[in-house]
T-cell receptor
Framework: NAGVTQTPKFQVLKTGQSMTLQCAQDMNHNSMYWYRQDPGMGLRLIYYSASEGTTDKGEVPNGYNVSRLNKREFSLRLESAAPSQTSVYFC????????????FGEGSWLTVV | DQQVKQNSPSLSVQEGRISILNCDYTNSMFDYFLWYKKYPAEGPTFLISISSIKDKNEDGRFTVFLNKSAKHLSLHIVPSQPGDSAVYFCAEGSNYKLTFGKGTLLTVNP
């Protein structure tokens, strides 16, 4: 079972470059999320989409944009990458109302130099 | 201001003993609390949850206790095994999203 799939797994960017992290889920979930994990900071929510057609800011949205392309796909875009965006990014999905459990992808390691 | 606090960055226990991981929260209007486990280079995986109407939930070796008056929850692992060594995150679930604590690194020594 694929679950939540995110690409790329590793990426190195130069400051100012742009890139998009792709995420797809095959569990027919309504809600999707992007988190980042930094040492000592835990998992912080960047953006989420409670349902297809809606997106909302999370705790740390600055410097990012998102697109809920359809029910399966939720992309995260860095328009002008900064070293502070060096992090591990996790996409997740859930069927909210069913124990509120969310399922994570394996992560994308992004380094901005 | 952090809504979910895990004040212990790390915990070390001996195999076979009890591991107790703690979490404090500020928001009383929550629906669920959840615990997630994370191994290096992997995504977090769901471990156990508890709803606001309960004060205890048990699943095998894992038990979560909720003390609403103290705004405190804890995860008990009995007996602890070396394979339990991981980072544990508590999370508050409400309004279609989860808010995570900073995590506690549990090391179970053989």
């Amino acid at each position: 079972n694929a679950g939540v799939t995110q690409t790329p797994k590793f990426q190195v960017l130069k400051t100012g470059q742009s890139m998009t992290l792709q995420c797809a889920q095959d569990m027919n979930h309504n809600s999707m999320y992007w988190y980042r994990q930094d040492p000592g900071m835990g998992l912080r929510l960047i953006y989420y989409s409670a349902s297809e057609g809606t997106t909302d800011k999370g705790e740390v949205p600055n410097g990012y944009n998102v697109s809920r392309l359809n029910k399966r796909e939720f992309s995260l875009r860095l328009e002008s990458a900064a070293p502070s965006q060096t992090s591990v990014y996790f996409c997740a999905s859930s069927e909210w109302g069913s124990r509120e459990t969310i399922y994570f992808g394996e992560g994308s390691w992004l380094t901005v130099v | 201001d952090q809504q979910v606090k895990q004040n212990s960055p790390s915990l070390s226990v001996q195999e076979g003993r009890i591991s107790i991981l703690n979490c404090d929260y500020t928001n009383s209007m929550f629906d669920y609390f959840l615990w997630y486990k994370k191994y290096p280079a992997e995504g977090p995986t769901f471990l156990i949850s508890i709803s606001s109407i309960k004060d205890k939930n048990e699943d095998g070796r894992f038990t979560v206790f909720l003390n609403k008056s103290a705004k405190h929850l804890s995860l008990h692992i009995v007996p602890s095994q070396p394979g339990d060594s991981a980072v544990y995150f508590c999370a508050e679930g409400s309004n279609y999203k989860l808010t995570f604590g900073k995590g506690t690194l549990l090391t179970v020594n053989p």
